[in-house]
């Protein structure tokens, strides 16, 4: 989807799909490279003019082909739901920061317009999709005393349906993150020693429990010593 890029706000304009900003229903309408790409996709190759063909090579059957948004860029919403500031949130609404003062508080609205990005992603044809996951929404005060609900409950119903769900953190940080405790409040799977220029990393013992799940491909067995996995129970247990 086109998108708000970054300092440029909306003047750099590209994608795969035009969206009309002037039209509150935020329509989508596919280029020409949605076009070609899904083209590619059918094809398992690039086509190629009959004078070329020599050129010509397939992907592996097995080859992915995918397409990626980030939150930040196509969501909007930007205060729907209880959902919290961001870094960029603060700094697109401080005046003659960006140009033409724009920001991203209605952008694609991807927030309430799923329905029709799924069924542009099923038009592609793609057999993954990567986008990230929008923390002020999921941490909406920058912490992890309070969960944004809604949020997780729509990442719940992908995990159910079989979607395979990854994050990351891209820009769009938690601003209260860094107004409230900041790195006061240490949590993860390594405890990383900030008094050090080293920056050294310490496994926890949750590293070592999530180390035993990958392992066992499932939970380890806690009446057992370390790594003794949990069997498959018979049907019906």
Not at 7 to 14: C, G, I, P, Q, T
Request: hydrophobic share 35%; proline share 7%; with cysteine.
């Amino acid at each position: 989807m086109d998108n708000f890029e970054w300092l440029h706000s909306y003047s750099a304009r590209f994608g795969l799909h035009q969206v009309d900003f002037e039209n509150p229903n935020r329509p989508r309408t596919p280029k020409r490279s949605a076009v070609y790409y899904a083209e590619v996709i059918r094809n398992n190759g690039i086509p190629l003019p009959k004078e070329d063909e020599f050129l010509y090579g397939e992907f592996p059957k097995n080859f992915s082909w995918s397409v990626a948004t980030t939150a930040y860029q196509i969501k909007g919403a930007w205060r729907a739901d209880g959902k919290g500031l961001s870094i960029w949130d603060q700094f697109a609404h401080t005046p003659l920061k960006i140009s033409n003062d724009e920001n991203v508080d209605v952008v694609c609205d991807s927030y309430h317009k799923l329905k029709k990005d799924l069924a542009s992603l099923r038009a592609l044809q793609v057999s993954h999709y990567h986008f990230s996951i929008s923390w002020p929404r999921v941490l909406p005060d920058g912490t992890t005393k309070h969960f944004h609900f809604c949020h997780c409950l729509a990442l719940d119903k992908s995990l159910n349906i079989q979607v395979n769900t990854m994050d990351y953190t891209a820009w769009s940080l938690m601003d209260n993150f860094e107004w409230a405790t900041g790195f006061a409040e240490k949590f993860g799977l390594y405890y990383i020693n900030y008094t050090d220029p080293n920056l050294p990393r310490i496994p926890r013992e949750s590293s070592k429990y999530y180390s035993s799940i990958i392992l066992c491909n499932g939970f380890p067995d806690p009446a057992y010593e370390p790594h003794l996995c949990l069997q498959p129970q018979p049907e019906g247990n």
